[in-house]
């Protein structure tokens, strides 16, 4: 077994070594009734009642309405950048429809970055409305599946919780003591965490150079215990303040999967089935290992073009071989592979690479895992989409065999499935009505710096991202516009809300069903066969929803380059 192989096996262990006590973790945060002293001062401080409980309507009511608030906030902070304390650079504020974007983007949990963080941002900006994001965006999402989680438990009649109870117990309880300890470690990895003005450097040439600096540490922590993306600086994770260190780097990778693989077996000790949380798991886990080697082995052999122009690809004792494009040295093929296939996996949409300077198939894969939406996924937001594809499988088995479906000893009717088929299909309208949008309009044409196929890739792998809630790109396409800024930015609602708002709906109509004895007419969903089936209908359903944009883009793509075809402007 190869050093890379060993590598990425070795991370994904730790990974699933840490399921179980992390999902303990969080099943004693959702299950827990006491509140801590500042808890209780921010219930206060709110004004709301820690004791009342939310139906799905009013959970759904107060997580849409305290999004918008912040969006404004937001919005007004980022426009008002110039008045504002902390801006060593004297930036100046971003124009109107950016400034809609990057306020959409972070309260989505997207972070989808139209601007160069260092060049757009000031420090106040990046921790006060950048940062605070990153909090409760993944906190809003985090919310929402355990509020789904308990009307799938269905222990309460249709009471999911309290949204205000639940933001604030993730945010003090989960993520500063994580966020805490990591930025700790990072700071001693060598990540900047100052408020200090940008240095000033003598370049060997004899000239003078800024370099930007600024609170990086606490950013980045929460950037991926939260699945958020983004970065302070424009090079992203590929740069040396972001991650000086392959220790950094694997933290990165570990950091976001940490909290959407655990989430899996708390779910399972809510519903006082630890099996059904490890068949979603393992469901989850094998489509990562297959989408993981899929990138791995097509990055790892490189590109035919390049070695029809004599450029040496196999991997030698002085070089890593394979598709170095795009790639961090530092890290090499097997770890910018094991990170592109996480960060998109995981929705969190940072990166230690180039995405658009992968091979079409390694290209392939971050965009179909963003399609699913559901390989682990953000924190929360996966899961629910994963258990959406629970119940349309519980669904289609019914069908088949002429029994009534049920999932959890809850039957399944018409409503739930309408409401199921609504989530399933918000991704495909956005990411395909406003990928053929962008084809036909001169203007956003405009954008493109590539013909051809890979140029398709780029508007296809930018609305994909916003619908997903990723962030990452293809960066051949110049986004900052007012159509892409706006159209974006509609694309990042409508991926965020028209899967979480349908399916808390979902979780309230069987929160408050009877539970239906089990009989020897009950179709099993905690076993390896039942996983299985839901692991292909996840697969046949993007296919046959995405395979046609697809085959236009990065599959022609990898065949142009596979014929040694090189498209010239």
């Known amino acids: 077994m190869s050093a890379a192989v060993l590598q990425m096996l070795l991370l994904l262990v730790i990974m699933a070594a840490v399921v179980v006590p992390v999902g303990n973790w969080l099943y004693g945060v959702f299950a827990g009734e006491k509140h801590t002293a500042p808890e209780r001062l921010t219930y206060r401080l709110l004004g709301v009642d820690p004791a009342e409980g939310m139906d799905w309507r009013r959970y759904g009511l107060v997580l849409v309405v305290s999004n918008l608030v912040l969006l404004l906030l937001s919005y007004l902070l980022i426009r008002l950048q110039g008045l504002l304390p902390w801006n060593p650079a004297a930036l100046k504020a971003q124009a109107p429809d950016l400034a809609w974007n990057t306020a959409v983007s972070f309260m989505t949990n997207t972070n989808w970055q139209a601007y160069s963080g260092e060049q757009s941002l000031s420090y106040f900006s990046q921790m006060a409305v950048i940062t605070t994001f990153m909090f409760t965006s993944a906190a809003t999402g985090f919310a929402a599946a355990v509020a789904f989680m308990r009307g799938l438990a269905g222990k309460s009649g249709g009471n999911l919780g309290n949204f205000w109870v639940d933001v604030t117990r993730i945010i003090y309880r989960v993520f500063l003591p994580l966020c805490f300890v990591l930025a700790l470690v990072f700071v001693w990895q060598g990540m900047p965490q100052t408020l200090n003005a940008y240095a000033t450097a003598t370049t060997l040439e004899g000239a003078t150079q800024k370099i930007a600096l600024g609170p990086v540490a606490s950013l980045e922590s929460i950037k991926h215990i939260g699945t958020n993306g983004g970065g302070f600086f424009s090079m992203n994770a590929a740069h040396p303040f972001e991650n000086p260190t392959p220790l950094t780097n694997a933290l990165h990778i570990l950091s976001m999967l940490l909290l959407p693989s655990a989430l899996t077996y708390a779910f399972g000790r809510l519903l006082g089935n630890v099996k059904q949380g490890w068949v979603i798991f393992g469901g989850m886990l094998v489509m990562f290992v297959g989408f993981l080697g899929m990138t791995y082995s097509f990055e790892q052999a490189g590109n035919p073009i390049l070695s029809k122009l004599g450029a040496e690809q196999t991997v030698t004792a002085t070089q890593a071989g394979g598709n170095m494009e795009g790639k961090e040295v530092r890290f090499g093929i097997a770890q910018t592979a094991l990170f592109a296939t996480t960060t998109t996996a995981a929705t969190t949409g940072s990166v230690d690479s180039m995405h658009d300077s992968y091979t079409g198939m390694g290209g392939f894969v971050p965009m179909i895992q963003m399609m ?86 780029e508007i296809l792998y930018a609305y994909t991202s916003g619908t997903a809630n990723n962030g990452s790109a293809f960066a051949g396409l110049g986004a900052n516009t007012p159509f892409y800024n706006i159209t974006i930015g509609l694309a990042m609602l409508f991926g965020r809300y028209l899967t979480l708002l349908p399916m808390l709906a979902v979780a309230g109509l069987l929160a408050s069903k009877r539970r239906v004895p089990t009989s020897s007419g009950t179709l099993p969903t905690d076993t390896l066969l039942f996983g299985g089936l839901t692991v292909g209908i996840i697969l046949i359903v993007g296919a046959l929803t995405f395979l046609p944009a697809l085959t236009l883009g990065p599959i022609a793509d990898h065949l142009q380059m596979l014929q040694g075809v090189v498209i010239k402007p």
């Open 372 to 457: 699913l939406n559901n390989v682990f996924g953000g924190k929360g937001v996966g899961f629910i989409n994963f258990v959406q594809y629970l119940i349309l499988s519980v669904f289609i088995a019914g069908l088949m065999v002429g029994r009534t479906p049920e999932f959890l000893g809850k039957k399944i009717e018409a409503r739930e499935v309408k409401l199921v088929m609504l989530a399933v299909l918000a991704h495909p309208l956005s990411i395909l009505g406003f990928t053929a949008l962008a084809c036909v309009l001169p203007d956003a044409l405009k954008s493109l710096n590539n013909p051809g196929p890979h140029g398709f890739s």
